[in-house]
């Protein structure tokens, strides 16, 4: 971890890109918004998080295609259906199946009245295969019309992760396939 810790740092004291993610929390560091301590603290999430998840990504996509003789090639063929792939692995199998909040006021389900303030647990996972929004949804079919996930949560939750260019998740593939 002290290696991290010091690359890290050598990130935060300038050794960044402007126009990043990083560079505006150094930025935000340098005005005195955050300390040295919180800013490497929001960068050592970031790297966690964006590797996890990526990692968990690769890992699905490879068990999916075990089942799938054939897509492997496909996905290199095509950067389509590489694409089309890609979003099925992540409906069908996302690196969070659950997360928690805090309810900030009273909301309504049906007949149940959850409290302000209250934890809940939402289950992403089930939300991907929600038969009320999606046609036979247990079915992992890429060649189906793209159907919405939650893989990246949404609005102010929204994973950051969500912005990387599905053009760059598809390059880790076309990678291993030179290996």
Do not use: W
């Amino acid at each position: 971890m002290e290696t991290v810790n010091s690359t890290l740092g050598d990130i935060i004291d300038g050794s960044y890109l402007d126009g990043r993610l990083i560079a505006d929390l150094i930025g935000h560091m340098n005005q005195g918004d955050l300390t040295r301590a919180q800013c490497m603290s929001y960068v050592q999430i970031l790297f966690g998080a964006g590797h996890s998840t990526t990692t968990d990504l690769i890992a699905n996509v490879v068990y999916v295609l075990t089942g799938r003789a054939g897509d492997l090639d496909r996905m290199m063929d095509d950067e389509t259906f590489a694409g089309q792939f890609l979003e099925e692995v992540l409906r069908t199998r996302p690196s969070f199946h659950r997360i928690r909040r805090v309810t900030t006021r009273d909301v309504s389900i049906g007949d149940v009245v959850i409290p302000a303030g209250s934890m809940v647990r939402l289950l992403l996972a089930a939300a991907n295969r929600d038969p009320a929004s999606l046609e036979d949804p247990e079915t992992f079919d890429p060649d189906k019309k793209r159907r919405q996930h939650m893989a990246f949560g949404r609005g102010i939750h929204t994973c950051l992760g969500s912005t990387l260019p599905a053009s760059r998740r598809r390059s880790r593939f076309r990678c291993a396939r030179v290996m």
